[in-house]
């Protein structure tokens, strides 16, 4: 997960530089200090926004093997604590599907399938609570 | 004797060395309505952004001289410019409600950054609403967006924005330059009523609007303080030649 920091940190840097410069001098013209008027009002002001980034760097994090064969090195065992290698999905499926064996390769493809429906399911939730968030508002206004 | 609030002592302001405002003196009595009037150019919003020390947010930007608000210069050293902007508050010229906060949060939020406890805070959030003559269209949709509502109620939420912290002067860049003329006129009556509680300086390119609303009126050009009198003064009788200029229409 530490992998997605870079890009998240990207992506949100990004984002509130959309917002227009009048609404940050609006919060500072309001005596509020500057890292209270960017984590209570332009943040809230773009957070479906952030949720979309958040959940395109979960993807595309659990998808990204190459870094993991340095960095979590591979492990086809239980680990005892955080230091030693461990194993990631996206490593595994690499190992497996070029290992010959038809039940490794089997499970190789039940690794992706896993993988996928992971991505599909992190997406679907956030799209139906966004869905019901918002929803909840529209009702409110017309109370 | 008229208590004075502002005193602006040999003020010049700029961006990366080019001089925009020279050496501007003037004097602002407190509860009155102040009109700040020039062509497009001549330093009227960078004057307004120096007395609420929002002009250094700009990159480039110099400040020389004193402000004194209460005889205390807000451009002495120790003088946090957060603690300045609670003192003088700030409309600008296109509403900017905050995006993704409702109504009273909206208002709320100053307060509630300050620390201000819940109980109190739904009290001041209609105050500062009535004050700004828009609680009777938003006391029954303060959970909307602030965004939702139309332009000239937006102009008046930030106008509630600003007095929620209970500012001694509030700033008005060309307020209603974006608005209808029924939302530009309930503005200039509900800043009218607004003298009881604050001072107000108010940029306008509008001579009707400044002879209908100020008690004062300072004539800028090109960075200097031309003319600064009785509103009905330079309206009438201006003893510069400039201001009659500028005012009749013959130039700017
Ligand atoms: N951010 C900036 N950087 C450099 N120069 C600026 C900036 N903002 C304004 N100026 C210059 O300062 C002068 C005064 O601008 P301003 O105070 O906005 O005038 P007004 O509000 O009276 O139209 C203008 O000549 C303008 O070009
Ligand atoms: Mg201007």
């Known amino acids: ?143 | 004797m008229e208590k004075l609030l502002v005193k602006v002592q040999n003020l010049s302001a700029g961006f990366f060395s080019t001089i925009v405002l020279k050496e501007i003196n003037l004097e602002i009595p407190a509860h009155k309505v102040v009109a700040l009037i020039g062509p497009s150019g001549c330093g009227k919003s960078t004057f307004l952004r120096c007395l609420n020390r929002m002009h250094e947010e700009v990159p480039g930007a110099e400040v020389k001289g004193q402000i004194l608000l209460e005889d205390q210069n807000i451009y002495d050293k120790f003088i946090d410019p957060v603690l300045v902007r609670r003192k003088v508050g700030m409309v600008f010229q296109k509403p900017n409600p905050f995006p993704g906060l409702s109504i009273f949060d909206n208002v709320a939020v100053g307060l509630k950054l300050m620390g201000v406890k819940k109980k109190v805070l739904y009290e001041r959030v209609e105050t500062s609403l009535k004050q700004a003559a828009l609680w009777d269209e938003v006391k029954d949709i303060l959970k909307r967006q602030g965004t939702s509502l139309s332009g000239g109620q937006q102009q008046r939420l930030c106008i509630a924005r600003a007095l929620a912290i209970n500012p001694s002067v509030v700033l008005m860049d060309e307020p209603t330059s974006a608005l209808d003329p029924i939302s530009t006129s309930r503005i200039e009556n509900l800043i009218r009523r607004l003298k009881e509680q604050v001072t107000v300086i108010i940029v306008t390119h509008n001579m009707q609007q400044a002879s209908r609303i100020s008690d004062k009126t300072a004539f800028l050009l090109s960075g200097e303080l031309v003319e600064y009198e009785k509103t009905s003064k330079i309206f009438t009788n201006p003893s510069e030649r400039k201001t009659e200029a500028y005012i009749t229409g013959r130039f700017g």
């Open chain 1, 1 to 143: 997960m530490l992998i997605m920091l870079p890009v998240v940190a990207r992506g949100t840097e990004e984002i509130l530089k959309m917002v227009p410069n009048h609404i940050r001098e609006a919060g500072l013209a309001l005596g509020i200090p500057r890292w209270k008027v960017i984590l209570y009002i332009l943040i809230p002001g773009v957070a479906s926004m952030l949720v979309t980034v958040l959940m395109l760097s979960i993807a595309r994090i659990a998808g990204e093997t190459a870094p993991l064969l340095f960095t979590s090195l591979g492990n086809q065992y239980h680990i005892r604590n955080l230091n030693e290698p461990i194993a990631t999905l996206p490593v595994q499926i690499y190992e497996f599907s070029k290992s010959g064996f038809e039940q490794m390769e089997n499970q190789a493809w039940a690794g992706a399938m896993v993988l996928v429906l992971f991505i599909f399911f992190i997406n679907f939730f956030t799209r139906i609570s966004l869905f019901f968030y918002k929803k909840d508002r529209v009702k409110k206004k017309f109370k």
